[in-house]
């Protein structure tokens, strides 16, 4: 009986294994940022990099996620925060995020997620009014659909199972 139970046990395990695999999620995260301070209005203001995201070949959902103000002043100067060259927030002058932590969250269409392609995006702050940019931690979320092989996986592991459990059962 403890044979089955553990026979079972492993088969229960490999199939969890191929699903966790079949599934991948990625989250990334860049901390705060400060730019620097900028009177002479009504500009130009400055472009800063934030900071570098590696976009999963196979995402086919992709949320980005943070705040207008951080840990150092709860607001921020006018901003458009991009992804690539995907606009993902905006900070409007004289808005609530100009005078206090605003959380903001964009969810990219497949659109979008194609046109980022694959490997390192920039997340990038333009300054549109005066003072300072403050951001803080920005974090990207991915979710990979599975490959036809993990699919593949599965299925066999499922299989396996079934058969295990239908052997034991019957005989």
């Known amino acids: 009986m403890k044979s089955r139970i553990s026979t079972l046990f492993?088969?229960?395990?490999?199939?969890?294994?191929?699903?966790?695999?079949?599934?991948?999620?990625?989250?990334?995260?860049i901390g705060q940022f400060n730019g620097t301070s900028q009177v002479n209005d009504p500009g130009p203001f400055p472009t800063y990099t934030v900071g570098t995201f590696t976009i999963d070949p196979g995402d086919t959902s992709i949320t980005i996620s943070g705040s207008f103000g951080n840990s150092t002043v709860s607001s921020s100067a006018g901003t458009d925060v991009y992804l690539g060259n995907i606009l993902v927030a905006q900070c409007v002058e004289f808005t609530a995020c100009y005078n206090g932590t605003v959380n903001w969250s964009d969810t990219l269409t497949l659109a979008q997620i194609s046109a980022l392609g694959t490997g390192p995006v920039n997340l990038t702050a333009v300054q549109t009014s005066q003072f300072v940019v403050r951001m803080g931690d920005t974090t990207?979320?991915?979710?990979?659909?599975?490959?036809?092989?993990?699919?593949?996986?599965?299925?066999?592991?499922?299989?396996?199972?079934?058969?295990?459990?239908?052997?034991?059962?019957?005989?």
Request: with cysteine; glycine share 12%.
């Open 140 to 171: 990207l979320d991915q979710v990979a659909t599975p490959e036809p092989s993990s699919i593949f996986l599965l299925g066999t592991s499922l299989l396996g199972l079934g058969g295990a459990v239908r052997r034991k059962i019957l005989g």
């Open 10 to 29: 492993l088969l229960l395990m490999f199939c969890v294994g191929a699903i966790s695999f079949a599934h991948a999620d990625d989250i990334q995260t």
